[in-house]
């Protein structure tokens, strides 16, 4: 299984960039890296996803090491409405496994 | 983007009843389905995957006569809980793809179905 590992929490101060890690060191040539994130007791939201290249759109910047073990999602200016739980993702077989996510909690 | 939608929000039922679940693709056709729950502060657990016209493929561990999968049109996936008992109790989501299940393109995630047996 193509886990991922995210570190539990973090903070950021609202404006700032908020860089959420995840290491996916057994990630196969194949395997796409997805975020998503999830506010309270709602259905996760796609943020974005990428093989190998970085990718960036209106909501984010994903920045994934040449090795693809690592990949970093970039927001780049973090509000309180950003407060949630960033899963990150690597897809097998057509389908999302969610680990446990990083709560990231934006304060002012 | 695309949009998929869960009936009903929430649910409460008592104990030893059937209940059922709606997921529909609103914007495009979703050859597969999957179908999540989420126990309170915990992550979503993947319960199933479900392909239009064919029987779904349940993941380990989840009973597929407990929890009866039907995606009879490539916008309707319907999740049955049969016989619920409180341990049932849980937020169970669907999510949809265009097209056959690969490890590209993005996978849309209703809102949820909140389950709560009494």
């Known amino acids: 299984d193509a886990k991922t590992t995210q570190p539990p929490s973090m903070d950021c101060a609202e404006g700032r960039a908020a860089n959420l890690p995840c290491n996916h060191s057994t990630i196969s040539g194949n395997e796409y890296v997805y975020w998503y994130r999830q506010i309270h007791s709602q259905g996760p939201q796609y943020i974005i996803h990428?093989?190998?290249n970085n990718e960036t759109n209106e909501m984010a910047s994903l920045i994934i090491t040449e090795d693809r073990k690592s990949s970093t999602l970039i927001l780049p200016h973090a509000t309180l409405r950003d407060t949630a739980v960033y899963y990150c993702i690597v897809r097998r077989w057509g389908k999302l496994t969610f680990g446990q996510g990083t709560i990231l909690t934006v304060h002012p | 983007g695309a949009v998929v939608s869960q009936h009903p929000s929430w649910v409460i039922c008592k104990s030893g009843t059937s209940v059922k679940i709606e997921c529909r693709s609103l914007?495009?056709?979703?050859?597969?389905m999957f179908w999540y729950r989420q126990f309170p502060k915990q992550s979503l657990m993947l319960m199933a995957t479900?392909?239009?016209?064919?029987?779904?493929?349940?993941e380990q561990g989840v009973e597929k006569d407990k929890f009866l999968i039907n995606h009879a049109s490539l916008t309707l996936s319907t999740l049955t809980v049969t016989s619920a008992h409180p341990e049932d109790s849980s937020f169970y989501i669907c999510?949809?793809?265009?097209?056959?299940?690969?490890?590209?393109?993005?996978?849309?995630f209703g809102e949820g179905s909140r389950l709560t047996v009494l």
């Open positions: 990428g093989l190998k």
């Open positions: 999510s949809a793809t265009p097209g056959l299940a690969a490890n590209t393109g993005e996978l849309f």
């Open positions: 479900s392909n239009e016209g064919s029987k779904a493929t349940y």
């Open positions: 914007d495009f056709q979703a050859t597969t």
